[in-house]
């Protein structure tokens, strides 16, 4: 059989899978609250289209404590991915406001305890603050895009700094991690998956302690992050 032709029945199969279980996964997260049912729905996913996951850690964070992940942002594949790979560590993510909206999707999500963001209204975006520092403290890991959105063509954009405030305001330490190949194989704008290239790699960074820090330092915790985020992205792109 072809590769185009594999292709095809691929995103015919993923297309069939997100329609048919959407309802269903959500309605089970409604229902009961537990993260698992996102988790599974993600792993699913990656494996009918066929995705091999690269990883570069010299050493995983301790699983005992919470951390705010940060991470570079190229597709909407990025979310089953780290969904997947950091099944571990209790994580949810920031999303947009009208994401929630959408039945069953939006619906699950929000029983299962994302946080919704409205980057256009400046006191909708405080309250979104306030809610992640309380998800935090209530032993949630939180993955941030500080991009605030997807990268077109997978090079990193500037990063916000207000996704730094929560774990100096939580007092939870840093875990920057890098990814490359989701653009590849899901660009923005894209429904349709181009798997002629089916490795995505990801590579995680050492912890970062805010232990003594101030929001005066968000300056320099996004530098650590970023130059870390820079550096690997160029590093797994030669590979």
């Not at 946080?115 to 032993?139: H, N």
Request: overall charge positive; glycine content about 8%; some cysteine.
């Amino acid at each position: 059989m072809g590769a185009k032709v594999v292709e095809v029945l691929r995103n015919l199969l993923v297309w069939l899978y997100v329609v048919v279980t959407v309802p269903l996964f959500g309605t089970l997260a409604i229902l009961t609250k537990r993260h698992f049912w996102a988790r599974l729905w993600c792993e699913w996913l990656l494996k009918i289209l066929g995705i091999r996951m690269e990883v570069y850690v010299d050493s995983w964070p301790p699983k005992d404590r919470n951390y705010v992940f940060i991470s570079n942002h190229q597709s909407q594949l990025d979310i089953p991915v780290l969904e997947v790979l950091l099944k571990d560590y209790n994580v949810r993510f920031l999303a947009k406001k009208s994401l929630f909206s959408i039945p069953f999707f939006g619906w699950g999500i929000r029983a299962l305890g994302y946080v919704p963001v409205d980057r256009e209204d400046p006191k909708e975006g405080l309250k979104s603050l306030l809610a992640c520092v309380e998800r935090v403290k209530e032993g949630v890991s939180l993955i941030v895009f500080p991009e605030g959105t997807r990268s077109a063509t997978g090079e990193l954009l500037p990063f916000k700094v207000g996704g730094f405030l929560i774990p100096l305001k939580a007092g939870v330490p840093i875990c920057p991690l890098a990814i490359w190949g989701t653009v590849e194989i899901l660009p923005k704008g894209r429904l349709w998956f181009n798997l002629k290239r089916r490795v995505i790699k990801v590579a995680l960074g050492s912890v970062i302690e805010v232990e003594g820090l101030t929001l005066k330092d968000k300056t320099k915790l996004v530098d650590m992050a970023r130059d870390f985020i820079e550096k690997a992205l160029i590093k797994m792109k030669s590979n």
